[in-house]
């Protein structure tokens, strides 16, 4: 007997009267109540409202033929009360207990009240949802993605049919390519990649993580990100660097031995363009972590409870394939109704803010939050609290040191050689520059000399920074103030210190909308 199953029989020995499990997999929710009956000596039955009742009789036939005349949910109720000694399973019986069904709300709260030691009425779906009514009269199990031992006996089931050897242990990392999947998604994933390639062996990995990834995908709110950037491709930020290079160690096993926790994650805050998303998506190659992109704005849903359910399922697909990185882009946006306190969404922007803020300062699993962020002014105050994020960094506009690193980084990238270019003297000239702007700024210059039928060189780059008119300019009043509140409030990304900007945007004419979206003109 699993945990969860041991967790489920101590609460119908306890007389729990009512017991909701959270999942989609029926399978296994039916799996465990079997195991549960047996220690309990009770009989089992299933109720849907396609088949009626059905009883579990074990054995080759499993469960017996459903009773058609109790496929009312009134029906399976009466059964319950007439019968004693059983564990009564209602499936997707959640569209009967809405606010415009009274009566039978008023009937599970009678069910609650009585003192029959020996039934136990159990409801599964894949969703948390109950009436006011009964939140406390019902125990919520939530049943977790499937573990590695889980994703091993689904591995065994699969070897089966195909007639494939596994006296020894199975690929260690073929196993693990399948946590964040349901048993069902698994067995699917490795009777795919058998057929295939006719083995299931560490190969297959890739192909485990294809049919991961799909399933992932179609929640709408996640996407497994596969990394192609490196710390290489990040100039500068060297205090940043230094940094998750020492946290990434704390993941070791011999770490926790050493009495040291999981790191939790850190907040990116600073200037469009400086790297702060790059710098997301290298850490997943750092690390050899998987990358989970968590779009914000897909998690709100229209219907009441839908976005709070959204937030926890994506949490616990991120917990069940960690150790992994979970990157949430310009989280600044996603929290943005914070601010109405309630009275434009009804408080569901609070109900997500504090169901994530909770996993972020209860969490046990090795799940690390990259979290990016331009408007400051837009973030609610709970998240820059020291204790949610292990660190909150500034990420500022690039110094002359690093817009050399930068400036190199792309003409590599083309397949130009740094060392022909003058990169002291175009770094000096691009002052004020983030690195989005030097990368468009090497792009201009390849265009310019590919129109000229020319190689590229100095004079291409340097008139195309002349042309450029960088963010620091329009922005230079925003830049000064954010560099005022991060001096206290967030460690710097770099080493060297910032560059003092000229006011070069004086004269510059703003839009109305400029000063709604900045908070510091």
């Known amino acids: 007997m699993n945990r969860q199953e041991k967790e489920l029989n101590n609460l119908v020995k306890a007389n729990v009267k009512l017991i909701q499990i959270v999942s989609y997999e029926t399978l296994r929710v039916h799996g465990m109540l079997i195991h549960v009956s047996q220690e309990t000596e009770r009989d089992l039955y299933v109720w849907n409202r396609v088949e009626g009742i059905k009883k579990w009789v ?91 031992d889980d994703l091993k006996a689904i591995f065994n089931k699969v070897c089966e049919p195909h007639n494939i050897s596994n006296s020894g242990e199975p690929d260690h990392e073929l196993i693990e390519a399948a946590l964040g999947l349901t048993i069902m998604e698994a067995e699917k994933a490795f009777s795919l990649a058998y057929i295939e390639n006719g083995q299931l062996t560490g190969a297959e990995v890739p192909l485990i993580i294809r049919e991961k990834e799909n399933v992932i995908k179609k929640s709408g709110y996640l996407e497994y990100y596969h990394p192609k950037e490196t710390m290489e491709d990040v100039g500068g930020l060297d205090n940043l660097k230094e940094w998750l290079r020492k946290r ?81 882009d310009e989280i600044e ?104 702007e030097l990368e468009e700024v090497v792009k201009e210059a390849l265009f310019q000399a590919y129109d000229e039928e020319k190689v590229i060189e100095d004079s291409h780059i340097s008139t195309a920074i002349e042309k450029t008119y960088p963010l620091s300019h329009t922005m230079h009043e925003t830049i000064v103030k954010m560099r005022q509140w991060a001096k206290s409030r967030a460690v710097s990304a770099s080493k060297d210190e910032p560059e003092k900007l000229e006011d070069k945007g004086k004269d510059v004419p703003k839009l109305r909308q400029e000063s709604y979206n900045n908070p510091f003109i």
């Open 58 to 148: 074990g054995g080759e036939k499993g469960f017996d033929e459903a009773d058609s005349s109790t496929e009312t949910p009134a029906s399976a109720l009466d059964f319950y009360n007439e019968h004693d000694n059983i564990i009564l399973l209602l499936e997707d019986f959640y569209p009967d207990l809405t606010d415009d069904k009274p009566r039978m709300i008023r009937t599970f709260r009678n069910i609650a009240m009585q003192n029959n030691n020996n039934k136990t009425l159990v409801f599964s779906q894949p969703f948390l949802e109950l009436p006011k009514e009964l939140e406390k009269d019902v125990h919520i199990f939530e049943l977790p993605y499937p573990d590695f």
């Open 248 to 328: 990434g160690r704390g993941f070791d096993k011999s770490a926790k031995e050493f009495g040291l926790t999981y790191p939790k994650g850190i907040l990116l805050l600073g200037i469009p363009g400086t790297g702060k998303s790059l710098t997301a998506k290298a850490v997943g190659n750092l690390w050899h972590f998987p990358l989970l992109r968590l779009d914000m704005g897909k998690i709100f849903g229209g219907i009441v409870g839908e976005s709070e359910n959204n937030i926890r399922q994506a949490l616990k697909i991120a917990e069940a394939i960690s150790p992994s990185i979970l990157w949430i």
């Open 333 to 436: 946006k996603g929290m943005s109704g914070i601010s109405s306190s309630g009275s434009t969404d009804g408080g569901t922007t609070a109900r997500v803010l504090g169901t994530f803020l909770t996993w972020m300062q209860e969490k046990t699993k090795p799940v690390f939050v990259v979290a990016t962020a331009n408007n400051i002014s837009q973030l609610p105050p709970e998240l820059l609290r020291k204790g949610r994020v292990d660190e909150i960094f500034f990420v500022d506009l690039p110094t002359e040191k690093e817009r050399e690193e930068i400036l190199k980084i792309h003409l590599k990238r083309k397949g130009r050689h740094p060392e022909d270019f003058d990169i002291k003297s175009l770094a000096e000239q691009s002052k004020g520059f983030s690195g989005a």
